[in-house]
């Protein structure tokens, strides 16, 4: 009888056991410095900043505007005055004085009487209303302006029969007006271009026609009588 055979169960290689991977936990969200609604904030705020920024400024820049128009310019007489007389007298030269006549019209009475050439003396009429102060002089020394020796003697005569001196000093160091005495007591700064104007009545004095010098008539010259001769006697 046949043997059994037994046969001996094979061992299975022990499995390795899976390595097992951990993984990482997940980091936690992390909160922003700062949020959307802080930015807007911020945003809100700078634009209410600007805004109050420009509307201060235009109201700064209104109210000088405002001060601006309202300040009128100072001058030395009315602008509605109405000038009747002018009278011109410089250091060295002739006084050249101008009117108005019982027609209204204006004539030369100095350095003599005749017509005038109307245009160049209401030229110059006018600017007497137009003599701007640049500014006013205080608690000076009068000498150091000229009006020891005023350069030019101003007379104006007004419609209602009020007369005002004016005398004329140095220029300024600028060049760019003349120290006037108002009535022996107002010291002024008035623009060059208003002075000069009326200075040159002095210079060119405004006659209608040039005068032409009269000539004068000729002196005969003696013509000595001849002596008469001695008779010789016989």
């Known amino acids: ?79 509605d005055s109405a000038v009747s007389g002018i009278e011109i007298k410089p250091t060295d030269g002739e006084t050249v004085k101008v009117a108005r006549n019982a027609d209204g019209a204006w004539a030369v009475e100095l350095p003599f009487e005749t017509e005038a050439n109307q245009g160049a003396v209401e030229a110059a009429a006018s600017q007497v209303t137009a003599l701007r102060i640049i500014s006013e002089i205080n608690d000076a020394d009068p000498s150091i302006f000229g009006f020891d020796t005023p350069a030019y003697l101003i007379t104006v005569t007004f419609a209602e029969g009020k007369t005002s001196k004016l005398e004329v000093g140095d220029a300024t160091p600028t060049n760019s007006g003349y120290y006037v005495r108002v009535d022996g007591e107002k010291m002024v700064i008035v623009g060059l271009s208003s002075i000069d104007a009326l200075t040159s009545l002095a210079l060119f004095p405004p006659y209608l026609n040039t005068p032409t010098p009269t000539a004068l008539p000729s002196t005969p010259t003696p013509v000595p009588s001849p002596e008469p001769s001695a008779t010789p006697t016989p």
Do not use: C
């Not at 980091?27 to 705020?45: E, N, Q, Y």
């Open 1 to 79: 009888m046949a043997s059994k055979t037994t046969s001996t169960p094979k061992k299975s290689a022990p499995k390795k056991a899976r390595a097992v991977r951990k993984e990482a936990p997940a980091p936690k969200p992390t909160k922003p410095v700062f949020r959307a609604g802080t930015w807007i904030s911020v945003l809100l705020l700078a634009a209410l900043i600007g805004g109050a920024y420009l509307i201060n400024k235009n109201k700064e820049t209104a109210a000088d505007t405002e001060v601006t128009a309202t300040t009128e310019p100072a001058f030395i007489f009315g602008v």
